[in-house]
């Protein structure tokens, strides 16, 4: 099983950044997609969720109307499509797939929001 995540780096604030995440080893369609972040110091937090099927999504309400999470369960990835970013944003984003009680993570990209 692997969740390899991508498309992390600097970018200045109100910059865009894509990440995905390629996941390999497990039935990526029965499971539920979401992406977590990870600041200094702070606590893992949940970004966004997306259902099985892609039919359903939820942020955290920080990032309501920034980002945008979506799959492709033929390619077996995940997006988070980010835009407006802040200083704040500057975290390791990692990807989550769960099922039942099956669940996996990334190794995370960095994420960092400067001038």
């Known amino acids: 099983v692997q969740l390899v995540e991508s498309g992390g780096g600097l970018v200045q604030p109100g910059g865009s950044l894509r990440l995905s995440c390629a996941a390999s080893?497990?039935?990526?369609?029965?499971?539920?997609m979401r992406w977590y972040r990870q600041a200094p110091g702070k606590e893992r937090e949940l970004v966004a969720r997306i259902s099985s099927a892609g039919d359903s999504t939820n942020y955290s309400d920080s990032m309501k109307g920034r980002f945008t999470i979506s799959r492709d369960n033929v390619k077996n990835m995940v997006y988070l499509q980010m835009n407006n970013l802040k200083p704040e944003d500057t975290a390791v984003y990692y990807c989550?797939?769960?099922?039942?009680?099956?669940?996996?993570w990334g190794q995370g990209t960095q994420v960092t929001v400067s001038l």
């Open positions: 989550y797939a769960g099922y039942l009680s099956n669940d996996y």
């Open positions: 080893g497990f039935t990526f369609s029965r499971y539920v």
